[in-house]
């Protein structure tokens, strides 16, 4: 496996790909791997969706939920242990239906700067598309944009999935 440093960050569409390259990097290191799910099942087709994720990691992973306490979650990771966050875009939806602050993109972005191990994080290209057409949806790809803008300043590596492609960004 490359030398992509401490923090990889893993951006691309919907259905790019991005999870499972996550997860295929991490699984290249040595084990226990922790995962960190930010999705909440809300309906049927999302408990499937996760339901697919979980089938995908076999042994040696450790999945911790955490859908708005991400920051948290890294910092009591020990020191070492190769982590997926996935994704970033769940965990900032999860942040604005709590009508949170950008504090806490914040303080995510600075817990990141400092990994204390191979930290994979993944998150959703979403202003690539049409102007949304309503206000929510707009805020919301502004606040992503931001989001990832400060994530991929603090990552060693950046890459842009496409097609089940990696491209090296950063």
């Known amino acids: 496996m490359p030398d992509l440093g401490k923090l990889t960050f893993i951006i691309g ?38 339901a697919l994720h979980r089938s995908r990691r076999g042994e040696g992973w450790h999945t911790i939920d955490a859908p708005l306490e991400l920051a948290e979650a890294l910092e009591a990771l020990p ?3 190769p982590v997926v966050v996935d994704c970033l875009t769940l965990w900032l939806t999860n942040h604005m239906l709590a009508d949170h602050d950008d504090a806490v993109c914040r303080r995510l972005a ?13 998150s959703n290209e979403v202003g690539q598309g049409i102007v949304p057409d309503n206000a ?20 060693d590596t950046v890459l842009l999935m496409v097609a089940g492609l990696p491209l090296k960004v950063k």
Request: no cysteine; aromatic share 8%.
């Open 110 to 122: 600075d817990v990141l700067s400092r990994p204390r191990g191979p930290w994979f994080v993944v």
């Open 136 to 155: 929510l949806a707009r805020r919301f790809r502004d606040d992503a944009g931001r989001l990832n803008q400060r994530v991929a300043a603090v990552a």
């Open 13 to 50: 569409g919907a259905r790019s790909g991005k999870s499972a390259h996550a997860e295929t990097l991490v699984a290249a290191l040595p084990s226990p791997w922790a995962y960190i799910a930010t999705a909440q099942a809300y309906d049927d087709e999302m408990h499937e969706r996760i």
């Open 79 to 81: 020191d070492g242990q």
